[in-house]
């Protein structure tokens, strides 16, 4: 177990991006006050539902969560050291869109140690296929603002995107590799059902890359990653050292608790023995409204049998590459992976059973998902 986390979810956005299926709303203008006053509440009410732990991370995402200010920042860190109290070296991280840097001093002075940014791409033409508001040269200038503040830096980028090239790719990653960013999210393109890219690819209007296009892709990413110093720690997550990993997202993938406000937010809570899922109200009317009411965000928690806690397990910690401890696993769920699927991953050069720990080679991370369904039987 890695601590105790607190996700904060802020769903609005000035503009709605075709590729993403997040909880989000479009929002220009909003009053923040009872959103944020509901979200402080929620944290108190967890407090008192599950007991007084420190945070050692704050991760508030969204959504867009750098239109916030400083002020409403300091809010809301505020009311988890009152409810929870705050490890001293907590990690805070603001996810913040390009758009926001003139916002990024403010951010830090209200307590964010740690800004992700979504630059998605360094192409303008890309940019514009993405529908985003801002435009390669102000994304570099976003990164350099976050690290005038002298906070660490990460990034984030869309790749696998249509007629991507794997020479056009590696060229844009190495250029994002020059930024002063410590560590880099870089996600391949999901079409997800429901978003206006799904409805483009449905009508023949967008035409992402094939499967094998999309391996080419992520083999050169690791090649340029690792020659860079900013090896992959999990699947789509690199940084230059231990220090630079997400403390918050590794908490997720080695099974910690974390509680999850805002709307739509999911939370894992260990409380009387049983893992418990959180998922909170997704409209913020609702939300408010749940809370308002006294309680959570959320109507009930859910408990997690030993079989889908276990499962949980073997999903998220196959992602990283420390691996997944064998033993803990296979106590938790109760009983030993299949011999016969460890085996039979290991010889086609998948998977490595090793020192009590399970770990995908880099031909196993492109079949992750698979293979981790597989074992989790
Ligand atoms: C919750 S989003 C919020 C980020 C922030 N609002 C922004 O737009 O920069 C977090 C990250 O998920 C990634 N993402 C969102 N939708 C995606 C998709 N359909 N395929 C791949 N990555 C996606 C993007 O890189 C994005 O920065
Ligand atoms: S990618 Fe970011 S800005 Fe775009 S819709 Fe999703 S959360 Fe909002």
């Not at 999911?266 to 408010?288: C, M, Q, S, W």
């Not at 490595?352 to 597989?374: K, N």
Request: aromatic share 6%; charged share 20%.
């Amino acid at each position: 177990m890695t601590g105790f986390g607190v996700y904060v979810h802020w769903p609005y956005c000035t503009k709605l991006c075709p590729y993403c299926d997040f909880n989000i709303y479009r929002a220009r203008d909003l009053d923040r006050a009872p959103l944020r006053r509901a979200i402080v509440a929620d944290i108190h009410n967890h407090a008192a539902r599950y007991g007084r732990r420190p945070a050692d991370t704050i991760f508030l995402g969204g959504g867009t969560p750098s239109l916030l200010s400083g002020a409403d920042i300091a809010a809301l860190i505020g009311a988890v050291d009152d409810a929870f109290g705050l490890a001293p070296d907590a990690e805070i991280t603001l996810e913040a869109n390009p758009e926001d840097a003139p916002r990024f001093a403010d951010h830090a002075a209200g307590g964010v140690n740690r800004f992700s940014i979504g630059v998605q791409a360094l192409e303008d033409v890309a940019l514009r296929a993405l529908g985003r508001a801002h435009d390669a040269a102000s994304a570099v200038a976003a990164v350099e603002a976050a690290a005038a503040t002298g906070k660490r830096v990460s990034l984030d980028l869309i790749y696998a995107r249509e007629g991507q090239g794997v020479e056009a790719w590696a060229a844009e990653l190495e250029a994002a590799l020059a930024l002063p960013a410590e560590h880099l999210s870089l996600y391949q393109l999901t079409i997800e059902a429901g978003t206006a890219f799904d409805r483009a690819v449905r009508r023949g209007r967008l035409a992402p890359p094939d499967d094998d296009r999309a391996a080419a892709l992520y083999e050169i990413t690791q090649a340029v990653c690792d020659a860079a110093g900013a090896p992959a720690y999990e699947i789509s997550n690199h940084a230059r050292g231990p220090a630079a990993r997400s403390r918050h997202n590794v908490l997720y993938w080695t099974g910690g608790d974390w509680i999850g406000v805002g709307p739509g937010a999911h939370g894992r809570i260990t409380h009387g023995g049983v893992r418990l899922a959180t998922k909170a109200h997704d409209r913020p009317e609702n939300y408010t409204a749940a809370v308002s009411a006294g309680g959570v965000g959320y109507g009930d928690a859910t408990p997690l049998s030993r079989d889908e806690h276990g499962e949980e397990t073997v999903l998220m910690g196959l992602r990283l590459s420390d691996g997944l401890a064998r033993g803990p696993a296979e106590a938790l769920r109760g009983r030993p992976f299949d011999a016969d699927a460890v085996a039979a991953f290991g010889e086609a050069g998948l998977l490595e059973d090793a020192a009590g720990v399970l770990r995908l080679t880099p031909p196993g991370r492109l079949l992750a998902d698979h293979i981790a369904a597989t074992l989790a039987q």
